[in-house]
Structure formats: structure tokens, C-alpha cells
């Protein structure tokens, strides 16, 4: 799997760092996680710098793309160059976006004739697009999905996960991120050992293709 997270500046910290850690989790071998911004590096809303792994233009390769949310999205949902630079195919690709990037999808002409959802702050905006907005974490019509609400991004991870490895690969990395005794359990030490050592693999890869 060729996972792409895109970024961009103002974007939410967690939206980004939460799916990354949550893809790396998965440990396989030939799968690979990255990080695709316009520029070398960009800022979060809170002023976190990250330097990108490769070009935005490079999800064309990719099975999957996943487009970050935060304030950079009003600007980038008009953004000519930036859209510009995408050449997605929901035949192919998984295609999904987390809070307010569904204002990106719906500017990619992705959303058209769909339902989703999104940050409720942007909700009458991506609905002045002609996009049906429902109030719901989670939302796929079949390769394009949206989720909105931070946490949301375990569902849109989890979808990504059961459609590449399965289901029983989704339910172990999720069961890894539960609180302890919510979910996780400390007889569960032998299983979360293997997630994390796996997520400590996939991030060394993924920071050598810097």
C-alpha cells in the first residue's frame, strides 16, 4: 500500500499526526506512509513545522489519499495551482478527508452526487457546493469517505486498514489506541508490544523517504 497524507499550512495537528501514527501501526513491509505538501515544509495551526516527503502531485501513484482538514483549507478549496496538481481516479484509489478537507474533495469535483460529512463550522459552506452534509462521524460511498470530528480519524484510518489488510488488522490497531481498561487491557500486553513495534518500523521508513 502507497498511503498519502496531504498537507498544507494552518493544518489541524492531530488530523494529520493521527492518521500517520495510526497507518504506521499496520507494520507491513510493502507499505509505505507519507506526508505530500506543496511546499518543503508547512506549519500547523498552532505553529508545528513538518518537512513533507514528496510532492503533492505524487498521489496519481498512490492507493491511498487522505487530505488533512484546519483554516488552510478555505484557502486552498480555490486555489487553482494547488488543485491543479491532483490526478485522482476513485475507481483505483481510496480516497478520503477528515474534517473541513472535504471542502478539497468537493473542489476536486469528488463529491458530486454524494453525501458527507465535515467540521460544523464549514458545514453551510460545503453545502453551498451542492454536497448533501449529514451529521454523522463517518460517511463512505464506495471509494470516497469522509470523517469530521478529531477522533473521527480512527474510523477513516480503520476503513483504510480493513480495505488493504482486513478486518482482524483493523481491530488490532485500533484496540491499540483504546484506554486501558476501556477496550485495552494489560492482558493485552503481547499484542500492542507487536503494534508498536511495528508503527517504530513504518515510521523509519517513511522518514527515510525524506
Partial sequence: ?????????????????????????????????????ESEKHA??????????????????CDVVLFSSGMGTRRKRTDAEFLSAFRLDSERQLIGSM?????????????EGKSATTYPTVRTLLESTGVRVVEQPFVREGNIATAAGCLAAQYLAGWVIEEKFGAAKREEVLRSIQPVGEGLYF????????????????????????
Fill in 44 to 61: 500547523s495551526s498552532t505553529g508545528v513545522e513538518i518537512r513533507r516527503h514528496g510532492h503533492i502531485s505524487e498521489t496519481s501513484g
Fill in 1 to 37: 500500500m502507497e498511503a498519502a497524507i496531504i498537507t498544507f499550512d494552518d493544518f489541524t495537528d492531530i488530523d494529520v499526526f493521527f492518521m500517520w501514527d495510526l497507518l504506521n501501526r499496520v507494520g507491513d513491509p510493502n507499505s509505505r506512509v507519507r506526508i505530500l505538501g
Fill in 99 to 111: 474534517c473541513s478537507g472535504a471542502l478539497l474533495l468537493a473542489a476536486l469535483g469528488l463529491l
Fill in 187 to 210: 492482558s493485552d500486553t503481547e499484542q500492542v508490544a507487536g503494534a508498536h513495534a511495528t508503527r517504530n518500523d513504518g515510521a523509519q521508513t517513511a522518514s527515510a523517504a525524506r
